[in-house]
């Protein structure tokens, strides 16, 4: 038998083995210890008032029309499941602020919000399965020493179903690491938060599959889940995000996934790392999306080939003009070995394809990763697209190198921030924007001065990182090998001058 100690006026209504509580404006007080136990629905109206210091077990409907005093901390809502008893009922608080709450419900049963609700102590899952469905409502724990426990462990007893638009709100007050035990309906993916700041505030956050920000548009490896994390009242916020989704998310491979971040229109990759099944991801915005997918390396740069500048400051586009810039990246074969990439058509403004890999920070040898893109007549490389340059795979801080299939390389003298690029990285300023290998001497320059820009070396018909024409190995070999492989040509004969070599990379 259930305990109760009572101070009312109660309108009970009994329906077989079930039992409805309304009260139409009594007063009711349940006392430690005591226990109101409900086994379909609970309806305060009116001016009736509940004050609960003791336990509250309901397995039906919960809904506050009138006024429910509820001690901090002390009383206890305690949804169950009964024979006979509604599986998923919902819960509409009144804007009134309940203490504990415990989802004791089985089978997977569900509690749906019916509108907001918040908690002002904790919030524990003990029954199977048990799920607290939010829907367009905000579930908000007021208590920033509030906990969110399972028995055993969600998703085995339950978490927080994000289903709509209302996400899983918590207080906090400054610095603070914050975990959102949230996920769909079937899949526990919650989202922890380590944050610094200050003042008091709040962090809400919800997870989904539809509808998602779209990736980039050539990213191969990503996944299909986003969370939305809100922060309200932290001064000077900062968050590390470290989201969990489940293994039917990730298309591709997963060591490629990286965590990222979406606002102000573009995707971010500050803090941008991985775990198992985690995407990480940091970020100062207090609205953002967090997911995953390749990361990408951002740069703005700036160079010129020295055999496509003839004179002034602008490339020739003769390739452009007479169609011979293929749509496919001619860098997939050696000994560039590129990743094959296509591009939907060639900008009116292009002189040719160009290859930048990134390098590793420590060890400029190391390729981390390669990009084709292409680069325009006034020195400006893009994307393959013509957008700004992204550099697929790459790292968060690396050296730059320049490839082009008839010119010698460069890269820079130093590692590039990735991430947040400072600025324009113009390599026709001066042979100090690349890097000068240290057995280069005088009359062997980095890069070739035409006119007042600071050009690649001409030449490199071979692809070996020099330029020669006496000896073996010469470029003379390769040029005349290419045309005379050519079947509308027949003979040829030139002399070259002789130009020194300088290794570069």
Not at 259 to 288: E, K, L, M, P, R
Not at 307 to 317: F, R, V
Not at 430 to 455: F, Q
Request: hydrophobic share 40%; glycine share 10%; with cysteine.
């Amino acid at each position: 038998m259930h305990k109760i100690n009572l101070i009312f006026t109660l309108l009970l209504i009994s329906v077989g083995l079930s039992a409805q509580f309304v009260n139409n404006g009594a007063t009711v007080t349940i006392q430690s210890g005591a226990t109101l136990g409900v086994e379909t629905d609970i309806q305060n109206n009116g001016t009736g008032t509940i004050t609960n210091n003791g336990t509250i077990e309901v397995s039906g409907n919960f809904t506050n029309a009138g006024t429910a005093v509820l001690t901090p901390a002390v009383g206890l809502v305690k949804f169950i499941s009964v024979t006979g008893s509604p599986a998923n009922v919902t819960l509409n608080t009144g804007g009134d602020v309940l203490n504990n709450v415990e989802m004791a419900k089985t089978s997977s049963n569900t509690v749906t919000l019916a509108a907001p609700a918040s908690i002002g102590g904790n919030l524990s899952f003990t029954g199977a399965g048990s799920k607290v469905l939010l829907g367009a409502n905000d579930l908000t724990m007021t208590n920033a020493a509030g906990t969110v426990t399972a028995t055993t462990n969600h998703p085995t007893n339950g978490y927080v179903v994000t289903d709509g638009t209302g996400k899983f709100v918590k207080a906090l007050s400054g610095s603070a690491t914050v975990a959102h035990q949230i996920g769909d309906a079937t899949n526990y993916t919650p989202v922890s938060n380590v944050v610094t700041g200050s003042g008091a505030g709040t962090l809400g956050a919800r997870v989904y599959t539809s509808p998602l920000q779209s990736k980039y548009s050539d990213a191969t490896d990503y996944i299909n889940r986003e969370w939305n994390v809100v922060a309200a009242g932290i001064g000077s916020y900062t968050n590390t995000m470290t989201g969990t989704y489940v293994a039917g998310d990730a298309i591709g491979s997963t060591s490629l996934i990286k965590g990222c971040t979406y606002h102000t229109g573009d995707w971010q990759f500050a803090g941008s790392g991985s775990g198992t099944n985690q995407v990480i991801a940091s970020t100062t915005n207090i609205d953002v999306k967090l997911s995953g997918q390749n990361f990408y390396g951002k740069a703005n740069l700036k160079a010129y080939l020295a055999g496509a500048l003839p004179s002034g400051t602008t490339m020739t586009t003769t390739l452009r003009t007479n169609n011979l810039i293929p749509l496919a990246s001619p860098y997939s074969a050696a000994p560039f070995n590129a990743p094959a990439v296509t591009a939907t058509s060639i900008p009116a403004n292009a002189t040719d394809w160009i290859l930048v890999e990134v390098r590793d920070a420590s060890t400029p040898a190391t390729v981390v990763s390669q990009t084709s893109a292409f680069i325009l007549n006034d020195g400006t490389i893009v994307n393959m697209d013509g957008q700004p340059l992204r550099l697929k795979n790459a790292v968060s801080s690396g050296h730059i190198a320049l490839k082009h299939r008839n010119h010698l390389d460069i890269r820079t003298a130093s590692a590039l921030d990735l991430v947040n690029p400072p600025g324009l990285k113009d390599f026709s300023l001066g042979t100090s924007e690349a890097y000068t290998d240290e057995i280069a001497v005088a009359n062997n320059p980095n890069m070739k001065l035409v006119g007042s820009l600071y050009a690649l070396w001409a030449g490199n018909a071979n692809n070996d990182d020099r330029i020669r024409y006496s000896g073996s190995g010469t470029d003379v070999n390769a040029i005349s090998s290419a045309v005379l492989s050519n079947p509308l040509n027949t003979t040829f004969s030139s002399t070259f001058p002789l130009v020194a070599y300088h290794p570069q990379m």
